[in-house]
């Protein structure tokens, strides 16, 4: 047997046994038709009607805990409301989940919805508009609009009919072609937040936030090569060289070398939209150069990955190491090791209500991240499994 396939075939036994594991478990302390409900509170967080209960019971009894899970998942409020709360904070600065719905937020819910591997919201060119029969307000470049009548509304967005998969380069009025799109962040909501202004280093600090749970001090690597470092980043700050040297160089030099993804991206604030601009550098990347003009000057959408060795290693990298343009960042990101564990951790805080803790919790994460690998990158799966495993608490 091919190496690979057998080691996929043993995280899916792994997987499979460790839920078996804490469904016995749990079942030693309470009967099928609890375990049933807890997995419908935790996931959609509103009572399960009587015949859905009887359903997921039956289910539970019969050893497929998963199984009764993926049932608890057809509740509409599992999308509108739990997955939903879980996407937003990814789309603002303030991280908050009241913030009101947009095309980022409303691609998350689709993809889940749909299954869609999700390490394509990375890299895809995806989103998720409503249809003509859920609103009359057309998706619009501009504005929000579209998706905030959908939220004043309460359309149901578990519904295909209502929320459907569209591509942003095929949107009326997109400057993005095919090959510029990438996921989440090339969409109208990710940009007013990230690439409004600024240096468009925001888009890769919350890119990484939102994807790989870590901000950039955790990233701090004084080691990583600084050649790409901009001119805009002084090397002797309030006159002193150390300082640089053993602090700003830590975060600078691989979040500046992974940044010219974002070269030729823009939000206009006045006008309210992403701007493409191909090949030409945007002329926030060239601002403050005479801070130290000996920097790094960019010249085009070229990235390349520094913390890729060293301490960082443990991310696990798998991805092109360089390249041009967001898309294929989004693809370096969206390969990690790190990116799978985050999407676990993620949805453990959400349907546990509490972030992993001691050795058997940081096992499962472990386990589940196993299975999300194994299973097309289903983050559908890891909210059953995430469940499954937190119903006995």
Same mark, same amino acid.
């Given at each position: 047997?091919?190496?690979?396939?057998?080691?996929?075939?043993?995280?899916?036994?792994?997987?499979?046994?460790?839920?078996?594991?804490?469904?016995?478990?749990?079942?030693? &302390?309470?009967?099928?038709?609890?375990?049933?409900?807890?997995?419908?509170?935790?996931?959609?967080?509103?009572?399960?009607?009587?015949?859905?209960?009887?359903?997921? &019971?039956?289910?539970?009894?019969?050893?497929?805990?998963?199984?009764?899970?993926?049932?608890?998942?057809?509740?509409?409020?599992?999308?509108?409301?739990?997955?939903?709360?879980?996407?937003?904070?990814?789309?603002?600065?303030?991280?908050?989940?009241?913030? %009101?719905?947009?095309?980022?937020?409303?691609?998350?819910?689709?993809?889940?919805?749909?299954?869609?591997?999700?390490?394509?919201?990375?890299?895809?060119?995806?989103?998720?508009?409503?249809?003509?029969?859920?609103?009359?307000?057309?998706?619009?470049?501009?504005?929000?609009?579209?998706?905030?009548?959908?939220?004043?509304?309460?359309?149901?967005?578990?519904?295909?009919?209502?929320?459907?998969?569209?591509?942003?380069?095929?949107?009326?009025?997109?400057?993005?072609?095919?090959?510029?799109?990438?996921?989440?962040?090339?969409?109208?909501?990710?940009?007013?937040?990230?690439?409004?202004?600024?240096?468009?280093?925001?888009?890769?600090?919350?890119?990484?936030?939102?994807?790989?749970?870590? %901000?950039?001090?955790?990233?701090? %690597?004084?080691?990583?090569?600084?050649?790409?470092?901009?001119?805009?980043?002084?090397?002797?700050?309030?006159? %002193?060289?150390?300082?640089?040297?053993?602090?700003?160089?830590?975060?600078?030099?691989?979040?500046?070398?992974?940044?010219?993804?974002?070269?030729?991206?823009?939000?206009?604030?006045?006008?309210?939209?992403?701007?493409?601009?191909?090949?030409?550098?945007?002329?926030?990347?060239?601002?403050?150069?005479?801070?130290?003009?000996?920097?790094?000057?960019?010249?085009?959408?070229?990235?390349?990955?520094?913390?890729?060795?060293?301490?960082?290693?443990?991310?696990?990298?798998?991805?092109?190491?360089?390249?041009?343009?967001?898309?294929?960042?989004?693809?370096?990101?969206?390969?990690?090791?790190?990116?799978?564990?985050?999407?676990?951790?993620?949805?453990?805080?959400?349907?546990?209500?509490?972030?992993?803790?001691?050795?058997?919790?940081?096992?499962?994460?472990?386990?589940?991240?196993?299975?999300?690998?194994?299973?097309?990158?289903?983050?559908?799966?890891?909210?059953?499994?995430?469940?499954?495993?937190?119903?006995?608490?």
């Amino acid at each position: 047997m091919c190496p690979l396939i057998r080691r996929r075939t043993l995280w899916i036994a792994r997987a499979a046994a460790a839920t078996l594991c804490v469904a016995a478990a749990v079942s030693s &302390q309470a009967g099928p038709r609890e375990q049933a409900k807890r997995l419908h509170d935790r996931l959609a967080g509103t009572p399960p009607t009587p015949a859905v209960l009887d359903a997921m &019971q039956a289910k539970v009894a019969a050893g497929d805990a998963v199984g009764a899970a993926m049932q608890a998942m057809t509740d509409p409020a599992f999308y509108n409301t739990t997955v939903r709360e879980l996407a937003t904070p990814w789309t603002n600065r303030d991280r908050s989940q009241y913030a %009101d719905l947009n095309d980022s937020t409303a691609t998350v819910i689709g993809m889940v919805r749909d299954d869609v591997p999700f390490d394509q919201a990375l890299y895809e060119d995806i989103v998720y508009v409503g249809s003509s029969a859920a609103t009359s307000v057309a998706y619009s470049q501009t504005d929000n609009a579209h998706y905030v009548d959908l939220q004043t509304k309460r359309i149901d967005l578990s519904q295909p009919a209502n929320l459907v998969r569209a591509t942003q380069s095929g949107l009326p009025g997109s400057t993005l072609g095919a090959g510029d799109t990438a996921g989440l962040m090339t969409t109208r909501g990710f940009a007013q937040a990230f690439l409004v202004a600024g240096t468009n280093r925001a888009a890769v600090r919350f890119a990484s936030l939102g994807m790989l749970c870590m %901000d950039m001090e955790d990233f701090r %690597d004084v080691s990583a090569w600084p050649d790409r470092i901009r001119q805009d980043v002084s090397r002797s700050p309030g006159g %002193d060289s150390n300082l640089f040297l053993n602090d700003c160089i830590g975060c600078h030099a691989g979040l500046d070398g992974l940044a010219g993804a974002f070269a030729y991206y823009d939000f206009d604030a006045t006008a309210g939209k992403l701007n493409y601009t191909l090949n030409t550098v945007q002329p926030k990347f060239l601002k403050d150069a005479g801070t130290f003009p000996f920097g790094y000057q960019t010249t085009g959408d070229s990235w390349i990955n520094y913390w890729r060795v060293g301490p960082n290693a443990f991310i696990g990298w798998k991805g092109p190491g360089s390249g041009s343009g967001a898309k294929s960042l989004g693809t370096e990101l969206a390969q990690t090791r790190q990116f799978s564990e985050c999407q676990v951790k993620k949805v453990f805080a959400k349907v546990c209500y509490r972030t992993p803790n001691g050795a058997a919790d940081l096992q499962v994460v472990q386990t589940l991240a196993n299975s999300f690998e194994a299973n097309n990158k289903s983050l559908k799966r890891v909210f059953a499994e995430t469940a499954v495993y937190c119903m006995g608490d």
